[in-house]
Every structure is written in structure tokens, then in C-alpha cells.
């Protein structure tokens, strides 16, 4: 199967990079590594009824202390489809692999709740994400210029990519 080269490769994270379901508890903390990565962060609350909906998917990376949260991702599922609305890593975790391993994990999760097919979209410019990604098999389906606001005011264009998960 495809998927189990991506997982097989994510394997070589660190072993204290133990993955678990998100809670709507952890949507403070979520929230926190959201506003820290992106240039629009989510409210609390506005994670707290993603992460509670049946039609979601989310996982979250725990730090080396095994309690509190390095990254989360966060999906919808609708009938074989899944799209990623986000995933980040917190800024002083990113380098180590995390990511990669948190994809690999959350991918399997969306497989495990029937999804065949995973969208996301991604800014153009974040060369980082656009390679973890691409690592992952994900492939650019479409553009959408002026997509994103920056924090400047000026907009950015965001790339659709799909990936199968068979």
C-alpha cells in the first residue's frame, strides 16, 4: 500500500513524539500554537466545536513530558473525502521531525474513518509546509490567488493539493 511508505518514513521521529486524539479540553492550547503559527489564529472557541464535531478528525504531537501539547492537525471527513483545515507544530518544537510524524499519524486516522481522498491548501510562499507535503505525496490541484490576508494587509495565494490515501 502507498500510505505505508509515507508512514514507514515517519517512523523515525522521536520515540517521545507520541501522538493522541484532540480533546475539546485541549482547544486553549491548540488555539495558542494556531495564533502563534498563522497570521489569523482560530479562537478557543472556535476549536473547541471543530474538535467536538462528529465529522471531525484531530490529533495532537505531545511534548517530551507526555501531558501537554508540541502540534495538533485537524480534519473534516464527509463520505470518502477528508480536507485538512490546519496542522501546526509550536515554533519551538519545529526542526525535529514533528511534523512529519504528526502528518503521517493524522493521515492514518482519516483512513481509519473511511476518508480515500485528502485536500488541504497551503500558502504558496511557506516553502516548509509545501515540502512536507510533497513528501507526502500531496500534488498542487489548484491555485487561489489573494486566498489569505497577511498580517500586513496584503494577500497571499494559497495551493490546493490532493492526495489519495490507498
Keep these: 500500500m502507498i500510505f505505508d511508505r509515507w508512514l514507514s518514513r515517519a517512523s523515525s521521529s522521536p520515540p517521545a513524539a507520541a501522538v493522541r486524539p484532540l480533546a475539546p479540553a485541549d482547544a486553549t492550547t491548540v488555539a495558542a500554537i494556531h495564533a502563534a503559527s498563522f497570521a489569523r489564529g482560530w479562537e478557543a472557541g ?4 471543530l474538535i467536538a464535531a462528529g465529522n471531525s478528525v484531530g490529533d495532537g504531537i505531545l511534548a517530551p513530558d507526555g501531558r501537554t501539547l508540541d502540534g495538533f492537525a485537524l480534519s473534516r471527513v464527509a463520505a470518502d473525502e477528508a480536507e485538512i483545515l490546519t496542522i501546526a507544530v509550536a515554533k519551538a518544537r519545529r526542526g525535529r521531525g514533528l511534523g512529519r510524524r504528526l502528518l503521517a499519524h493524522h493521515l492514518g486516522s482519516l483512513a481509519a474513518r473511511g476518508a480515500r481522498r485528502v485536500f488541504l491548501e497551503v500558502e504558496a510562499e511557506n516553502a516548509a509546509a509545501l515540502a512536507l507535503y510533497r513528501g507526502f505525496g500531496f ?11 497577511k498580517a500586513d494587509g496584503s494577500t497571499a495565494t494559497a495551493i490546493v493539493m490532493a492526495r489519495d490515501l490507498l
Design 46 to 49: 472556535e476549536f473547541e466545536r
Design 139 to 149: 500534488e498542487e490541484i489548484g491555485r487561489r490567488q489573494g486566498y489569505y490576508r
